[in-house]
């Protein structure tokens, strides 16, 4: 079992930047596992964002924000990270860190862990 937290969601400029943090916790090695965020606008389905390799080796990106966001990880602390640059208003949505063994994947449904979710709202 896996439980992930995020934080770090807020009230954002356009053009800004800001970094999004999950906290893994659980009786398991987090270096396991790969890493996803996905997020989810009011009245659209959950979309991925970025994932990461379970050493961090590999990282994969949406296209809507290749070379904004940033995906990493800390093995040693037990956290993921998303550094959002360029804030764009369609950016708004809410966040959610997900977790699954071994390869990293873009399908949310073949990811087995889930945090809550933090909002982003991106004013412009």
């Known amino acids: 079992q896996v439980q992930l937290v995020e934080s770090g969601g807020g009230l954002l400029q356009a053009g800004g930047s800001h970094r999004l943090s999950c906290a893994a916790s659980?009786?398991?090695?987090?270096?396991?596992?790969?890493m996803g965020w996905f997020r989810q606008a009011p009245g659209k389905e959950r979309e991925f964002v970025a994932a990461?390799?379970?050493?961090?080796?590999?990282?994969y990106y949406a296209d809507s924000v290749k070379g904004r966001f940033t995906i990493s990880r800390d093995n040693a602390k037990n956290m993921v990270y998303l550094q959002m640059n360029s804030l764009k208003p369609e950016d708004t949505a809410v966040y959610y860190c997900?977790?699954?063994?071994?390869?990293?994947?873009?399908?949310?449904?073949?990811?087995?862990?889930w945090g809550q979710g933090t909002q982003v709202t991106v004013s412009s």
């Open positions: 997900a977790a699954r063994r071994n390869i990293a994947s873009i399908r949310s449904r073949e990811y087995d862990y």
């Open positions: 659980g009786r398991t090695t987090f270096s396991n596992y790969a």
């Open positions: 990461i390799s379970w050493k961090g080796a590999n990282t």
